[in-house]
């Protein structure tokens, strides 16, 4: 079956360190990639997309991805990490014509 | 990016009441409209897809007679929450596409709480 996996559940950071997530994926064919980011009370933002092109995506708020291709790897990273990005991440896949899946989702907390 | 809004934000109601979500695309036409429902601490699990006029196509193990879903024009599509039980209390949350896109645009979510 198609699935989306996060391997962390939960990360623990101090501030300043550099951040990981990794997700895999298991589809095959063409896919979109996506990073979701949830505050705590708040509902979804994008953090950043990849369709086609660079696989090094620069997303809002100074992340960034790395689509590669023959690992099925979409992991998201961050050079510093603040206190402010203590929050749920998700990673997600679309095929075309074909609804979002999320991944199990990580909880990043930073402490200052 | 395109805008998806949710109404209500919040709801709480009386077990075996029903309870109708909306979800409107402000500014683009939603060929394609998706529910997903988020479970405290959890990820979003995919309910249904719906297509502007079509009878919506629900995910394995989520009763279509329980989750009520009508997308009958190309800004709304609701969702209804059928003799509603606490354990149907969660985060509900559409998402919305249209032709001209290529990625899914969000809605607040929605808070039903089933007393």
């Known amino acids: 079956a198609q699935s989306v996996s996060q391997h962390n559940h939960h990360v623990i950071l101090s501030e300043a360190a550099s951040l990981e997530l990794g997700c895999n994926y298991s589809y095959g064919g063409t896919v979109n990639l996506f990073w979701y980011v949830q505050y705590p009370g708040q509902h979804l933002q994008l953090l950043l997309k990849y369709f086609s092109g660079d696989p090094l995506v620069k997303g809002i708020k100074g992340f960034e991805a790395e689509f590669i291709k023959s690992k099925f790897s979409f992991n998201l990273r961050k050079p510093s990490v603040q206190w402010s990005d203590t929050a749920e991440y998700f990673c997600?896949?679309?095929?075309?014509?074909?609804?979002?899946?999320f991944g199990k989702g990580t909880t990043l907390s930073v402490s200052s | 990016g395109a805008v998806v809004s949710q109404h209500p934000s919040r709801v709480i109601c009386k077990s075996g009441t029903s309870v109708k979500i909306e979800c409107r695309s402000l500014d683009f036409q939603a060929t394609t409209m998706f529910w997903y429902r988020q479970f405290p601490k959890k990820s979003l699990m995919l309910m249904a897809t719906s297509n502007e006029g079509s009878k919506a196509t629900y995910e394995q193990g989520v009763e279509k007679d329980k989750f009520l879903i009508n997308h009958a024009s190309l800004t709304l599509s609701t969702l209804t929450v059928t003799s509603a039980h606490p354990e149907d209390s969660s985060f509900y949350i559409c998402?919305?596409?249209?032709?001209?896109?290529?990625?899914?645009?969000f809605g607040p979510g929605t808070r039903l709480t089933v007393l």
């Open positions: 998402s919305a596409t249209g032709t001209i896109y290529n990625e899914q645009f």
């Open positions: 997600a896949v679309r095929q075309a014509g074909t609804a979002l899946i």
